[in-house]
């Protein structure tokens, strides 16, 4: 039977504030443990929380960037459970009235095709603290520096069908929040974490299947990875005649391996109801209004861009408008070195190559904007030929100072010197009389091609410092002579 | 309300209900219920529901800290606190 995969998403998206969704305590990532949780996040008798206006601002970004309707009066409510790193015993989040309601985010196909995901709410609420699971004598460690952390937790309907889908819906949204500047987008530190819910069906039925839900994934190929297993566990589990339970798993990224971490029939029972503590937060046109004046480019809008203004590819200028960073190193190089097209090919190419082996963050890459333009502009005059112009790059990155200065320090300026390259030309044709011989007795048509064969030894000689065009313009010159 | 009921309301609660008084708490609560009832066979179509009894709304407050580290207070509140941490019965998934 053929199975048909369905998924849906909800995102837990750390907004970028100064201080928490209920507290004025810090939010600063890696302070030492507990000295960012005060009386409030504590949960401390007679503590009142006070809801940060930025914490709105923030998600009523997100809400017009998705073209969403914006709660103009949003309530916080109660979600009751026990756990140690949630002193309060519930959780302030948001249910019946979210401050963003519907909306639909495009995401973009390896296939050149589009697909809108339809978004059913985003609310506000706060982060809980962090159990450290070491032994401390039979005992749990807990920092609640993160308690309080705002989040908007982001749902998005049942519309994706593939894992591809997934992974192009979470990094479309992580192009939007930290294209909004509303969160960093540090996978690595929690900024951004996904839960997974996913089920099958027999393609062309309508019922959904019983879905399980995968919580806490904190990396794209993460997620891919945990999609593929687990469509492949509930087609197998239901092919061999039995049938998925609806449950909560974890899956470990590192070992690839998923569990059941509870089953909802055990499973809690929140007890919503709305929060005495806070009032309902009312939030009018003006302030609407004053939010869309603050909203940048988004990625979309800076891709069609990209299109029309440095005639890019379609894929190109998706990729460099994907997320802001990237797009202005983009914008800044080309502006500098005035050619958009070897500027796109150097930042897709060697940079985001040299920043990825290193897991190094575009805007702390070695070769800056400056450093990128100057190389082009020698490539551009012919002082350097593509390939040295690799070896100057991993040279500029290595820290030996910008183009200019290495090219005349190592000497690799490209050879323009007619009289010395005919001289060089000669010798290598004097020294390979087969390869000549060969040459001599081709079909006119495969001449061209068959010339190329000498370019090998040239650039050999030359230390690959030749310059290209010319010295096919003297070698094709000499060649023909001897016809 | 059942003794079962009970067993679970208590166990949501994380409070210990002596088994001698599980049948008059659920007699307890069972009136309760019965009062919320009666007040449920009022008319309410078309009544928004009310969030708070307050009819008032939230104030914001602007985003700057305003809280310094206590921990050092705070910890000393603690059964038991190590490497700044509190601990607590072992956490299992």
């Not at chain 1, 794209?220 to 297993?229: H, R, S, T, W």
Request: overall charge negative.
């Amino acid at each position: 039977m053929e199975w048909e995969t369905v998924i849906g998403l909800e995102v837990h998206v750390q907004l970028a504030t100064t201080t928490k969704i209920f507290s004025g305590a810090s939010t600063a990532f890696g302070a030492e443990p507990n000295t960012q949780a005060c009386a409030i996040d504590l949960a401390m008798p007679g503590t009142l929380p006070v809801p940060n206006e930025q914490a709105f601002r923030y998600a009523v970004m997100f809400g017009l960037a998705i073209d969403a309707e914006i709660g103009k009066r949003s309530v916080f409510e109660r979600k009751n459970y026990f756990y140690p790193d949630l002193p309060k015993g519930y959780q302030t989040t948001q249910l019946e009235s979210p401050i963003v309601g519907p909306g639909h985010v495009e995401i973009q196909l390896a296939d050149g095709s589009t697909k809108s995901i339809r978004i059913h709410h985003a609310h506000l609420e706060e982060d809980a603290g962090k159990s450290l699971h070491e032994d401390f004598h039979g005992m749990s460690g807990i920092d609640l520096n993160r308690a309080g952390t705002p989040l908007i937790e982001i749902v998005s309907e049942p519309d994706m069908r593939s894992a591809e889908e997934a992974v192009a819906f979470a990094r479309k949204l992580h192009s939007i929040v930290t294209s909004l500047g509303i969160c960093d987008g540090e996978m690595s530190q929690g900024s951004m974490r996904f839960d997974v819910n996913i089920s099958v069906r027999p393609k062309g039925t309508e019922e959904f299947g019983t879905r399980t839900e995968t919580k806490n994934l904190n990396s794209f190929k993460f997620m891919e990875d945990c999609i593929a297993l687990e469509v492949e566990r509930q087609i197998d589990l239901i092919e061999d005649g039995g049938s998925v339970i609806q449950e909560t798993r974890l899956y470990n990224g590192d070992t690839k391996v998923a569990r059941s971490m509870r089953s909802k029939e055990e499973a809690n029972d929140y007890r919503y109801f709305p929060c005495p503590d806070l009032l309902p937060v009312e939030i009018d046109d003006e302030f609407i209004e004053a939010v869309r004046q603050t909203l940048p480019e988004l990625p979309d809008a800076r891709q069609q861009r990209f299109v029309e203004q440095y005639k890019l590819s379609e894929y190109d200028a998706g990729i460099l408008a994907a997320d802001s960073a990237t797009a202005h190193y983009f914008e800044s190089t080309t502006e500098k070195c005035g050619d958009a097209k070897l500027a796109a090919n150097w930042v897709m190419g060697e940079v985001s190559a040299h920043l990825n082996a290193e897991e190094k963050d575009i805007t702390s890459s070695p070769v800056n904007t400056d450093m990128l333009a100057g190389l082009i502009a020698r490539i551009k005059d012919n002082t350097i030929s593509n390939k040295i112009a690799k070896q100057v790059f991993e040279d500029m990155w290595q820290g030996e100072g910008d183009a200019d200065a290495i090219i005349e320090a190592k000497g690799l300026k490209q050879m323009s010197d007619t009289g010395e390259l005919e001289k060089i030309v000669d010798e290598v044709i004097a020294a390979n009389q087969a390869m000549l011989e060969d040459w001599l007795a081709s079909e006119p048509d495969k001449r061209k091609k068959k010339m190329g064969g000498f370019m090998g030894p040239i650039m050999k000689a030359t230390k690959g410092q030749a310059n290209p065009g010319l010295v096919n313009q003297i070698l094709a010159k000499k060649l023909n002579s001897m016809l | 309300m059942d003794r079962s009921d009970i067993a679970k309301l208590a166990e949501l609660a994380r409070i210990e209900i002596a088994d001698s008084t599980v049948d008059e708490v659920a007699k307890s609560i069972t009136d309760v219920l019965t009062l919320v009832d009666q007040l449920q066979a009022a008319d309410t179509d078309g009544i928004a529901p009310m969030a708070h009894p307050l009819d008032a709304t939230q104030r914001l407050r602007a985003d700057v800290v305003t809280e310094s580290n206590r921990r050092e207070d705070f910890q000393a509140l603690a059964p038991a606190a190590e490497q700044g941490l509190y601990l607590v019965p072992k956490v299992i998934d």
